[in-house]
């Protein structure tokens, strides 16, 4: 499955994040990818506040990973920007936040390798001039659901 939609503004991201909120489930792994300021962060925000995430979601700056509790159960919130960057990519502490959460939405997973194959489904977000964004919703094949 892949459907491709064009987002005018960040509320309109967020309407796709929300709508895929009521297709995940537990055990699924979300990635995020697209170039700097595509809004990869502005869909996970949306996606978690979908799933019942109270508070604010960032993306973490220091460390992998940052977790949130959700009724569907622990949500992880990867960027694996900067440590892809500065080649220090440590692929058991992407994988025991992988096995710590029920869910896991994952920025920039280019930067750990093979990542794909865990993962349920691929958001690729692309800017299309000004505020206007191409995003691609597919399910992959892999990951445990
Ligand atoms: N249609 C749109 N969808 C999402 N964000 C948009 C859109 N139009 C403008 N923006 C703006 O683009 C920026 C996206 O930032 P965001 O942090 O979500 O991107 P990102 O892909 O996570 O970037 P980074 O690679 O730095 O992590 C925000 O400032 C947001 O307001
Ligand atoms: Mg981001």
Request: hydrophobic fraction near 45%; aromatic fraction near 4%.
């Amino acid at each position: 499955m892949r459907a491709t939609s064009n987002s005018a503004s960040p509320d309109e991201t967020a309407a796709l994040a929300k709508a895929l909120s009521a297709e995940v489930g537990p055990g699924d792994v979300i990635l995020l990818e697209g170039d700097l300021g595509a809004g990869k962060t502005t869909f996970a925000r949306a996606l978690c506040a979908a799933l019942g995430v109270d508070g604010p979601v960032t993306s973490p700056t220091f460390g992998v990973a940052h977790r949130y509790d959700a009724p569907i159960g622990l949500i992880a919130h990867l960027d694996l920007h900067r440590l892809g960057e500065v080649g220090l990519m440590d692929r058991e502490l992407v994988d025991d936040e992988l096995d710590a959460a029920d869910l896991a939405i994952v920025e920039w997973p280019s930067g750990a390798p093979g990542l794909e194959d865990e993962a349920t489904w691929r958001v690729s977000l692309a800017h299309a001039g000004a505020d206007h964004r191409t995003i691609a919703v597919e399910r992959l094949a892999g990951g445990g659901a």
